[in-house]
C-alpha cells in the first residue's frame, strides 16, 4: 500500500517563504506531484518530481529525496491568493495517485 | 477552466433514488478518472479508465456504477447511496495514463 504525510496545516504571512514537506511509503514509486486546491475548486497541477533534486516553476518549486522518501514544496513571495490546501501524490506504473490529506496554507497580510 | 466539465455542480438525492454524475473532457486525453473527496480525508482513487478500459476499481461498493463510453465522457451511476456517500465527487483526465492530471469542478453530493 501507500501512505504519505504532510502537515494539515501552515500559516505564513505575505512576501514570507514557506516550505510544506511531503514523506511517503510506497510499494511502487514513479513521481512525487504537487497540486493546489482553493476553497470550492478542484485540485490544479503545480509540480512532478519523478527524480531527486530541485525543479522550478516561477515562484514554486518542488524538491524530491527518493532515498528519504521525501520531498517538498516551497512558496516564495507569498501572496494572499496563494491560501490553499497543497497535496502531495505518489504516482505508481499506472499514473493511479494516492494523495497526501492536504496542508493548509493560510496567507497573512 | 482545465478543459474538464462535469454535471450536476450539485446534486441531492434520497437513499433509493437512481442517478447519474457525467464528466466530458475536450483535451483529447486517453484517460479518465473518478475521485471522491470527502471532509478531512485524502482524495481517494475510486476508477481508472485508460482508452475506454477500467483498469483500476479501488474497492469501491457496488452501488457506484462507472461507464465509459468514449475516451471524452465518463459516467457515474448512482443508487441506493448511504448518507456517508455524501461527498464532492471530483472527475480527472490525462495523457498516456500518466503525468500531470486535469480535474474538472466537482459535483457535491448530498444523500438524504
Known amino acids: 500500500g501507500q501512505s504519505l504525510e504532510q502537515p494539515s496545516e501552515v500559516t505564513a504571512v505575505e512576501g514570507a517563504i514557506v516550505q510544506i514537506n511531503c514523506t511517503y511509503q510506497?510499494?511502487?514509486?514513479?513521481?512525487l506531484s504537487w497540486y493546489q486546491q482553493h476553497d470550492g475548486g478542484a485540485p490544479t497541477f503545480l509540480s512532478y518530481?519523478?527524480?531527486?533534486g530541485l525543479e522550478e516553476t516561477g515562484r514554486f518549486s518542488s524538491f524530491l529525496s527518493r532515498s528519504d522518501s521525501y520531498g517538498y514544496l516551497l512558496l516564495q513571495e507569498l501572496q494572499m491568493k496563494d491560501s490553499a490546501s497543497y497535496f502531495c501524490?505518489?504516482?505508481?506504473?499506472?499514473?493511479?495517485?494516492?494523495f497526501g490529506g492536504g496542508t493548509r496554507l493560510m496567507v497573512k497580510p | 477552466e482545465t478543459g474538464v466539465t462535469q454535471t450536476p455542480r450539485h446534486l441531492v438525492m434520497g437513499m433509493t433514488n437512481k442517478k447519474s454524475l457525467k464528466c466530458e473532457q475536450h483535451?483529447?486525453?486517453?484517460?479518465m478518472y473518478w475521485y471522491k473527496q470527502s471532509a478531512k480525508k485524502p482524495l481517494e482513487l475510486m476508477f481508472v479508465?485508460?482508452?475506454?478500459?477500467?483498469?483500476e476499481n479501488n474497492s469501491v461498493p457496488s452501488r457506484f456504477s462507472p461507464e465509459c463510453p468514449n475516451s471524452s465522457h465518463l459516467f457515474l451511476h448512482l443508487h441506493t447511496l448511504q448518507p456517508e456517500d455524501s461527498a464532492l465527487y471530483l472527475c480527472?483526465?490525462?495523457?498516456?495514463?500518466?503525468?500531470?492530471?486535469?480535474f474538472g469542478p466537482g459535483t457535491r453530493l448530498t444523500v438524504l
Open positions: 480527472a483526465s490525462s495523457q498516456d495514463w500518466g503525468g500531470e492530471q486535469f
Open positions: 510506497t510499494s511502487g514509486f514513479y513521481g
Open positions: 518530481n519523478a527524480l531527486d
Open positions: 501524490a505518489v504516482g505508481n506504473a499506472g499514473n493511479m495517485l494516492t
Open positions: 483535451l483529447g486525453h486517453n484517460a
Open positions: 479508465y485508460s482508452l475506454e478500459e477500467r483498469v
